[in-house]
Every structure is written in structure tokens, then in C-alpha cells.
């Protein structure tokens, strides 16, 4: 059984759910419309069909789920910008999704979107934007699946943030595309998707055994200590003192930590003053995310060898103890808008996480107790036959790198 230790944790975890895909329709009783406008204006929607430019209106295409898509093209001026707004929600909180269309490879297709109006990000699969944080359709799970192939084209969706709602209100969700674009870099709109953020009332999955748990700890500076039930990766808070893949050997398995990129990790720490106690001692997850290893490059990969066929829980840990640029991996360049994290198993989402900053630098993680710790959980199956791959990826909410930092995780078996 597990001790209330790790049971205190899951209040703060934050696991993916299936997506509820919403076809983007104009017009009064539609759901989208021109940003600072209302449904009734057309204004921004050209009634041409065709795939000519058009440098000031979008246009309706008879393609994509419930037969439209909105496209940008243009070859001069910027289009306005489209609200697409979610209503008749239950209170809570909801991961939110857009969903585009991407051409054969010689096209670079994108989409801006993000959930406040004139601050949006660009995304794509294969061109300009953030490619990482696009993933095909076809390996999300949704209540109402839409079409995800139609001719030689891809929907695709990228979950921009999470969104809160009370009182019954709505969700706005905000489009464009990407400005200077020509027609590799067109922009097909087709609608977009929620899901809970915590279904089912956060209970976590059942854990049964737990195998191994790995941490990471800077060993160049005081005030950075190892959680005693953990096994630890040490480095450096010089980044060239690092290397790009870690490999840890615990009993018959072998654990690789490893950026795709092949860019030198960074160790960092929260607590500098050995002398300051952390709560709980060395057994409770303050002491565990005291340090944590990050990269600006977006991207982790876990691969765990040894591992028989089987189910399990997969359960990490995200906190950000500083709120600067520096040193803040999940804030950006900003102090309010936190990365969302995903990980994936087979190319398939398993679960998000969005870390929270304890505030300013300095503060330490000697005032949290375990129920503050951002916690990534999800159960799966594995079939024994090749190496087990998690896949850490950040979406860039804000700033000009992709952060992405973890304190620790750890692999339990499955309870009976």
C-alpha cells in the first residue's frame, strides 16, 4: 500500500480526458464570428468558395467536418482575427483543443490560436510555428470523433491552454493565421474541442507496486537535496557540464533520460540555503522537487528497457519555483501563463499538466507542503515487446522558448 505521502499528491494532478470536438459555424445561431464583433456580422467572411487569395476576409470552403472550413489566404494584409466561443458548460475546468486542416507535404499549413485575443501562437505539424505541440487527430480520443482524413488532407489539434468556467459562462477560444503567409502556409480552420481537465473528480488510477522512482539533483551547490526514496541523476547548474542523455541502471531495468534534440540538459535548484529545513523532511515531495533538470528545447523522452508486458501508472512531478525568465522554465518570458505538459505512450496522449510557480525567485520550495505539487498520472498497458517510451512534450503558451522542467517521476504497477 502506498503511504499518504504520495496519496497527498493527487489533488493538484491533472489528467487528460476525451475531447468533445465542436464544428467552428458562422452566423447568429453559429459559435463563431469576427473578435469584437457578434454572430450577426459577416463582415469578415467572403461568399466566394474558391481557393483565390483574399487579403482582408476569410472564406468558407465546402470541405472538413460538417462540410466548411474557414480559410486565410492572403498575400499582403492581415485577416481578422475569429472568435469561436464554447457555451452551455458545466462549471469546472476544461482542456481546450483547435482543430486544422494540413496538405501534402510540399504545403506548410498553420494556425494561430490561443485563449486571449491579440496574443496567440502560431502552430503547424510540419512548417513555420511550433510543430511539436500538433499532433494528427487520429491519435486523441474523443466522446463524437469527427473526420480526421478527407482526400489527401490531415486534421490536426493542438490543445492551446486550459480554460475555467463558473456561473455558467463561456469559453472564447481565438483564430488567425500566420501573418505574411502565402498559400504553403495557408490557414483551413475547422472547429475545436474540449475535454475535462480533471475527469472524474481527479481520483487518481489504483497503484499497486511501485518500481522505481528517478529524481534529479544539481551537485555543484549547497541547499540541493535527494529524496531518499528516489534514485538520482545528478548534473551541473553549468549547462556545458551536462550531456543530452542520462542513463540510470535500477535492478533488471535501464532507464534513458533524454532530450531529442541532442541539446545538453540544465540542472537548477530552488532551495540555496542548507540551512532552511524543508517540511516533512527528506521523504516528502518538497524535498523531492527542491532541484529539477529542464530544457528550452520542448522535449523529453523516457525510455525504460526490462519492462514486461503488463499494466501500469506512470506519475511525474512539475513544479516551477521561480516565476523569472531565467529560471522560470514553465512561464516563458511572462509570469502569469504557465506551459501546458503532455506526455504520450505510441504517439497516443496520455495525459497534461500545467506546473505552477510558488512566486518569487528565492521563495524555495521550504513553504509547500505535498498537495502543491503539480502532478502528471496516467495508467496503460504494455506489451513487453520493445522498450517503453514516454514522451514529454511542452506547448508554448508564451515567450520565445519552449520550456519544459521535471522534479521526478515514477512507474508502479497497476493495482489488481
Known amino acids: ?18 475531447i468533445t470536438y465542436l464544428d467552428a459555424v458562422e452566423g447568429s445561431s453559429g459559435n463563431t464570428f469576427a473578435t469584437g464583433g457578434s454572430p450577426a456580422d459577416f463582415s469578415w467572411l467572403n461568399p466566394d468558395t474558391t ?14 467536418n460538417g462540410g466548411t472550413v474557414f480559410q486565410a489566404l492572403h498575400s499582403g494584409n492581415t485577416m481578422p482575427e475569429l472568435t469561436t466561443r464554447i457555451s452551455g458548460l458545466s462549471d469546472g475546468s476544461y482542456d481546450v483543443w483547435v482543430f486544422f486542416w494540413d496538405g501534402p507535404d510540399s504545403n506548410q499549413w498553420t494556425i494561430s490560436a490561443g485563449l486571449t485575443p491579440g496574443s496567440l501562437t502560431t502552430y503547424s505539424f510540419d512548417g513555420p510555428g511550433d510543430s511539436s505541440a500538433a499532433v494528427a487527430a487520429s491519435t486523441l480520443t474523443f466522446n463524437n470523433p469527427p473526420m480526421v482524413t478527407e482526400d489527401v488532407r490531415t486534421l490536426y489539434g493542438v490543445k492551446v491552454g486550459q480554460a475555467s468556467v ?8 481565438h483564430v488567425d493565421n500566420l501573418v505574411g503567409g502565402g498559400s504553403a502556409t495557408r490557414t483551413w480552420y475547422d472547429g475545436v474541442g474540449y475535454g475535462p481537465a480533471n475527469p472524474g473528480g481527479g481520483d487518481p488510477p489504483d497503484e499497486g507496486l511501485r ?10 551547490a549547497l541547499g540541493s537535496p535527494s529524496q531518499s526514496q528516489f534514485r538520482v541523476v545528478s548534473g551541473s547548474t553549468t549547462q556545458n557540464g551536462n550531456a543530452a542523455s542520462y542513463v540510470k541502471t535500477i535492478g533488471p531495468r535501464q532507464v534513458t533520460i533524454s532530450q531529442p534534440g541532442a541539446v545538453d540538459f540544465e540542472f537548477r535548484g530552488a532551495n540555496g540555503d542548507a540551512s532552511r529545513a524543508i517540511p516533512g523532511g527528506d521523504t516528502s515531495l518538497s524535498f523531492l522537487v527542491a532541484d529539477f533538470i529542464a530544457t528550452r528545447e520542448g522535449a523529453i523522452n523516457l525510455e525504460i528497457t526490462g519492462l514486461p ?5 506512470f506519475r511525474s512531478y512539475h513544479l516551477d519555483p521561480f516565476t523569472g ?8 518570458l511572462t509570469t502569469t501563463t504557465p506551459n ?18 510558488l512566486g518569487s525567485a528565492g521563495l524555495n520550495t521550504t513553504f509547500i507542503n505535498d498537495s502543491q505539487v503539480p502532478t502528471l498520472i496516467f495508467p496503460f498497458t504494455h506489451d513487453g515487446s520493445s522498450p517503453l517510451v514516454v514522451e514529454l512534450r511542452s506547448t508554448k503558451s508564451n515567450g ?17
Open 309 to 313: 508486458a503488463g499494466d501500469y501508472v
Open 400 to 416: 520565445s522558448e519552449n520550456f519544459l522542467l521535471l522534479n521526478g517521476f515514477e512507474l508502479f504497477e497497476a493495482a489488481p
Open 340 to 357: 501546458t505538459i503532455e506526455a504520450r505512450t505510441g504517439g497516443v496522449m496520455r495525459g497534461s499538466v500545467q506546473p505552477t510557480a
Open 51 to 64: 481557393s483565390t487569395a483574399d487579403d482582408d476576409q476569410w472564406k468558407k470552403r465546402p470541405y472538413g
Open 166 to 173: 463558473a456561473g455558467g459562462n463561456a469559453i472564447e477560444l
Open 211 to 220: 518500481l522505481f522512482g528517478v529524481e534529479f539533483n544539481r551537485d555543484d
Open 325 to 332: 525568465s531565467a529560471l522560470g522554465f514553465a512561464q516563458g
Open 1 to 18: 500500500m502506498l503511504s499518504a505521502l504520495w496519496t497527498a499528491a493527487f489533488g493538484a494532478s491533472m489528467v487528460h480526458g476525451d
